[in-house]
């Protein structure tokens, strides 16, 4: 049996207890949630998207603390949003397939994950220094990438 923190006090997330995760209570845990998504559908339309709500919030609240995000109330915020568009993208479309409209979704949740990182970095600057920090001392250069690279020793760089 293996135990795992939930989060700790530098993170800001979870109170660091220690949960015993075993391979048994992940297999139990999978199987109830399939249940409860099998019954809902059963049940029909309406239950499946609660169900689906439900199981996005879920994620959404633990997902950021469980990879120990450095900004797990924006990343929260991301999934939310990400996974209840995607919910309610589903729920709307009308005809088959259901999920032609999903990479629409997934584009907007991408723009969005950059949009949070850049004001994170944005909000990290004091209120009163913000007049004198440029813009360009928040940004990153991004990487040089020759355009024309040997794959050969790269590949050794890589495999080393």
């Known amino acids: 049996m293996r135990a795992r923190p939930t989060g700790g006090r530098d993170r800001g997330a979870g109170s660091g207890i220690l949960v015993p995760v075993t391979v048994t209570s992940r297999a139990v845990t999978t199987a109830v949630l399939a249940a409860v998504v099998a019954a809902a559908a059963y049940a ?3 239950a499946l998207v609660a169900v689906a709500v439900v199981l996005v919030a879920g994620l959404a609240a633990g997902a950021p603390r469980l990879v120990r995000s ?3 109330g924006g990343a929260s ?5 990400a996974g209840l568009g995607a919910v309610g ?3 709307r479309t009308q ?3 259901v999920l032609r409209h999903l990479p629409l979704v997934v584009a907007m949740a991408l723009m969005l994950a950059f949009l949070a990182e850049m004001l994170r970095r944005a909000v990290g600057v004091p209120h ?3 007049g004198e920090v440029p813009v360009a001392a928040l940004m990153v250069d991004a990487p040089r990438v020759p355009e024309t690279v040997r794959l050969g020793p790269l590949l050794v760089e890589l495999r080393s």
Not at 77 to 81: G, S, T, Y
């Open 44 to 46: 029909g339309t309406p």
């Open 70 to 72: 450095p900004a797990p």
């Open 77 to 81: 915020v991301v999934l939310a949003l």
């Open 89 to 91: 993208v589903a729920w």
């Open 95 to 97: 005809g088959e397939p």
């Open 128 to 130: 009163e220094r913000r």
